[in-house]
């Protein structure tokens, strides 16, 4: 059973950071592609960044320049590094992670206030 379990979110102000993390478990090998959507209110769930097994990334166009994502194959585990975070930033940020399927995470929440 593949588990997905994500930290990190938070409060903070305009201008801040924060780092999320997301630990797989229970997968039979390395996933082959890990990432991070989200997901404001009354909207749908979009793509924020998302990282392959050999390193490529991909990011939305809103956060590129400020967000970056990492992951450590060995531990199964996909971070993302939120930097100078904006009010259109907040949502609540789900792991993502595929390896036959995909796999997502409970989710955790970013607010920023201005």
């Known amino acids: 059973q593949v588990q997905l379990v994500e930290s990190g979110g938070g409060l903070v102000q305009t201008g801040g950071s924060l780092r999320l993390s997301c630990v797989g478990s229970?997968?039979?090998?390395?996933?082959?592609?890990m990432g991070w959507y989200r997901q404001a209110p009354g909207k749908q769930r979009d793509l924020v960044a998302i990282?392959?097994?050999?390193?490529?990334?991909n990011y939305t166009e809103t956060v590129k320049g400020r967000f970056t994502i990492s992951r450590d194959r060995a531990k199964n585990t996909v971070y993302l590094q939120m930097n100078n975070l904006k009010a259109e930033d907040t949502a609540v940020y789900y792991c993502?992670?595929?390896?036959?399927?995909?796999?997502w995470g409970q989710g955790t929440r970013v607010t920023v206030s201005s």
């Open positions: 993502y992670a595929e390896i036959i399927r995909g796999y």
């Open positions: 229970g997968a039979s090998g390395s996933f082959f592609r």
């Open positions: 990282i392959t097994y050999g390193g490529t990334t």
